[in-house]
């Protein structure tokens, strides 16, 4: 069975310093692995996502991440944050089957922001 | 960019009723899926549909739950006789064989 485990539950950065929230899957085979962010009240927001080749990925508002199959880890990371970043920030895991690719999200990691 | 588009945003429904919650997915996804978040915790799939039929449902999709695609556009999650822990946020999602995995807005229910 797919998981995931998103083992900080809250972060609180300053606006400026440094980011990085994990993200550990448990997937029999190849996963493809999601980053979203989610503002009180609001839906989902990609912001990035990795189904194969290089390993660090790119996305939105500044945001990468790295997967590392040896430590089934897909952490998030951002240079320097901003105090628009504060969110809740889901990890998810899915994959290719006959029938679609179901996704499974970690217990989210709330970001707060000081200024 | 192509959006999945949910409605209502908000729905209030008493308890023991019956609600519909609507999705038009984005036109070239093949697969469609039905996902809720209660208030305060993790986003949980309940359903996925492909090729007019269900193709894996979670635990949490028994009975009292259905889905359809009534026109061959919209996508709906019909929830019968509601309960109270119904209450959530449900989300829509298409996706174009896992390449386009696109979320919807959300539907906001409310169980009275």
């Given at each position: 069975?797919?998981?995931?485990?998103?083992?900080?539950?809250?972060?609180?950065?300053?606006?400026?310093?440094?980011?990085?929230?994990?993200?550990?899957?448990?997937?029999?085979?190849?996963?493809?692995?999601?980053?979203?962010?989610q503002s009180p009240g609001q839906g989902?927001?990609?912001?990035?996502?990795?189904?194969?080749?290089?390993?660090?990925?790119?996305?939105?508002?500044?945001?990468?991440?790295?997967?590392?199959?040896?430590?089934?880890?897909?952490?998030?990371?951002?240079?320097?944050?901003?105090?628009?970043?504060?969110?809740?920030?889901?990890?998810?895991?899915?994959?290719?089957?006959?029938?679609?690719?179901?996704?499974?999200?970690?217990?989210?990691?709330?970001?707060?922001?000081?200024? | 960019?192509?959006?999945?588009?949910?409605?209502?945003?908000h729905?209030?429904?008493?308890?023991?009723?019956?609600?519909?919650?609507?999705?038009?997915?984005?036109?070239?996804?093949?697969?469609?899926?039905?996902?809720?978040?209660?208030l305060?915790?993790?986003?949980?799939?309940?359903?996925?549909?492909?090729?007019?039929?269900?193709?894996?449902?979670?635990?949490?999709?028994?009975?009292?739950?259905?889905?359809?695609?009534?026109?061959?556009?919209?996508?709906?999650?019909?929830?019968?006789?509601?309960?109270?822990?119904?209450?959530?946020m449900?989300?829509?999602?298409?996706?174009?064989?896992?390449?386009?995995?696109?979320?919807?807005s959300g539907?906001r229910?409310?169980?009275?």
């Amino acid at each position: 069975a797919q998981s995931v485990t998103q083992p900080d539950i809250h972060i609180t950065v300053s606006e400026g310093a440094s980011l990085e929230l994990r993200c550990n899957y448990s997937y029999g085979a190849t996963p493809y692995l999601f980053w979203y962010v989610q503002s009180p009240g609001q839906g989902l927001q990609l912001l990035l996502k990795y189904f194969s080749g290089d390993t660090l990925v790119q996305g939105i508002k500044g945001f990468e991440a790295e997967f590392k199959r040896s430590q089934s880890s897909f952490n998030l990371r951002k240079p320097s944050v901003h105090w628009s970043d504060a969110a809740e920030y889901f990890c998810a895991v899915g994959g290719l089957t006959g029938g679609g690719n179901k996704l499974t999200f970690g217990t989210g990691t709330q970001l707060k922001v000081e200024l | 960019e192509p959006e999945v588009t949910q409605t209502p945003s908000h729905q209030v429904t008493q308890m023991g009723q019956e609600v519909i919650l609507r999705c038009v997915p984005i036109s070239n996804h093949l697969y469609f899926y039905w996902y809720r978040q209660i208030l305060g915790q993790k986003v949980e799939f309940l359903v996925s549909f492909y090729n007019n039929e269900i193709s894996e449902k979670s635990e949490i999709f028994d009975d009292q739950f259905s889905v359809e695609r009534p026109d061959g556009s919209n996508f709906t999650l019909k929830i019968r006789s509601t309960k109270l822990e119904d209450s959530a946020m449900y989300f829509c999602a298409t996706d174009r064989e896992g390449y386009g995995y696109t979320f919807g807005s959300g539907t906001r229910l409310t169980i009275v």
